[in-house]
């Protein structure tokens, strides 16, 4: 899913950038991201994949502001092998669920 995020992002980044939606089109990517990541978090925690503890509301609006920051990395414009979504994705869910400690 992240994957598709970005690769949507990356071609809607002014629409998708806010979260006060400007087009019906718009509205309709955002509810269903929206819908994917409210079931994919309750189920991240239950895994344990995430602390029993951690604001889900937190953690989701982490995750939205992680993809945009992920294209617009220092750098990523030169090297486009460094804007492939997979890539990003993994950049993206290593960051939410370990941030920048070890991984481990």
Request: aromatic share 6%; proline share 7%; with cysteine.
């Amino acid at each position: 899913m992240t994957a598709n995020v970005l690769r949507v992002k990356s071609n809607w980044r002014f629409t998708l950038s806010h979260t006060t939606v400007h087009t019906e089109t718009a509205a309709a990517l955002w509810a269903e991201i929206d819908c994917h990541t409210r079931r994919l978090l309750p189920r991240a925690q239950g895994e344990g994949l995430l602390a029993p503890e951690a604001d889900l509301d937190w953690a989701r609006q982490v995750y939205y502001a992680l993809p945009s920051e992920a294209l617009d990395r220092p750098g990523t414009d030169e090297e486009p092998a460094d804007q492939d979504p997979d890539m990003l994705a993994t950049l993206v869910i290593d960051t939410l669920l370990h941030g920048a400690g070890p991984h481990g």
